[in-house]
Structures are given as structure tokens and as C-alpha cells.
């Protein structure tokens, strides 16, 4: 194990014991969520909401509380180059949760995703399946945006992964939309081009909830902003997602 490596399992152990003290168990299991081979070496372990934690708080505090635990979260490097933490947004009670990719450079500016062209896109595209942005719960898979809008690595998506599994085992929504390679590798470990595993549902099973969610991998905006001609598969995409929400 190399001295990055070490430096990670240290800095998500802190996080993780932090979780315990505000009544968020980990415990580990045959069994897992998900994989994490760099920071976690091979062991598979289960980040789960403690009962009686569930009992006395509600989710909008649980949510607020892990988004500020997040937001002063030190270990993604990140954060020392981005000007803002991009901030959770949305309605607690949806049953869609939106994933998307790192903030751009207008995003990082404002504390907020789907500014300017590219949030002028997205609600679009919501529009044109009857959805609005606000029946939505949106979190950045990396709330930090990369220097020059680079492509964040291996260990900048893991690192924020944590966050990411606990947010959905809060909200358990029925649909997670990814928007873009970042977030379905994220969640999904799925290290392949956006247009190869693009418009196929996808099961997310969680063991601490017994729930199973469904995830539709897309384009993030910002690709589609980039290559235009790209917008009649998203559109597809979408309307795989309509058809899914009128079953819910």
C-alpha cells in the first residue's frame, strides 16, 4: 500500500467515524453496497443508517447534515483549488435523484448546478417529458470542480462516493439518473464510454435498506452542449425515463 493510499483509508476512516458519532453505522459485510479497492483494499464494508438515528431526526435534517459534512470535508484535494462546494438542491421527497458530474466554471462561481446554457438545457429537456426541475433532487458527484474543467481521477470520484451511497440511502429514490461517465462510474463502477452504456437501466441494490434503485446512465449536459448532434440519443434517454416515471 503506497502513501496516497494510506492517506485515504485514514481521511474516509475520520468521515466514517464522524458518521458513527451523528448515528450512521458501518459495518461490514459479505455483502456490499459497493467496492472501493483503493480506499478499502478488497474489504467490503456497509454504510447504513443507524435505527434509532431514523426515529429521531427526519430526512431533511439527516440531508442538510451530511451535505454540511460534506461540504467541510477535507480529503477530496478539490476542494482546495474549486471556489465554491456546489450545494444539494431539490425536493427531499422526489423519487428521482439526478447525479450529475463535477461543477463548471459557472457553477463553481454560484454554489449551484445547472446554471447559464447548461441549466437552460437540462430544464428543457426535463420540460419536454412533462418534469420540472423542482419534482427533482439534484447532488453533484463531485461538488468541487476540477482545475480547467479537467477530467477528475480514479481517487477524486472514490473519494466522494461515500457521500454519494449515504445521500441515496436517505432520499431511496426510485430512478437515479447519471448524467455522464463520472456519476455511473461513481455509483455504478462502470468504467466504459457514456455511449456505450448510455440508455440501459441499470439495479443499484443496497443491503442495509433491502431497496433496489433503478439507474439510467446518459450524457452529461456539458457533452451535449459540446456535440449537439449528440441530443437525439439523449432524447431517447429521456424518454426511457418518462416511461419509467409513470410506473412509479
Known sequence: MDHTEIKNQKIITNVLNL???IGIDITVSNKFFYND????????KNIKLNKNYNIQK???FKIREL???FENFEGCKLKK???????FYGNIDSKILIIDGPPDEEEDKKGLSFVSNKGLLFEKMLNAIDLKIDETFIVKGIPWRPP????????????CRPFILNLINILEPKII???????????????ESIIKIRGKWRTLKSNQSNCEFSVLPTFSISHLLNRPDLKK????DMKLLRASIKEI
Open 19 to 21: 458518521y458513527r458519532e
Open 37 to 44: 479497492p483503493v480506499l478499502f483494499k478488497g474489504n467490503k
Open 58 to 60: 427526519n430526512k431533511d
Open 67 to 69: 451535505e454540511d459534512l
Open 81 to 87: 483549488t474549486s471556489t465554491n462546494f456546489v450545494k
Open 148 to 159: 480547467g474543467n479537467r477530467y477528475p481521477s480514479a481517487d477524486e470520484i472514490k473519494t
Open 177 to 191: 439518473l447519471c448524467l455522464g461517465e463520472v456519476p455511473t462510474y461513481q455509483i455504478l463502477e462502470l468504467n
Open 233 to 236: 440519443y439523449a432524447w431517447e
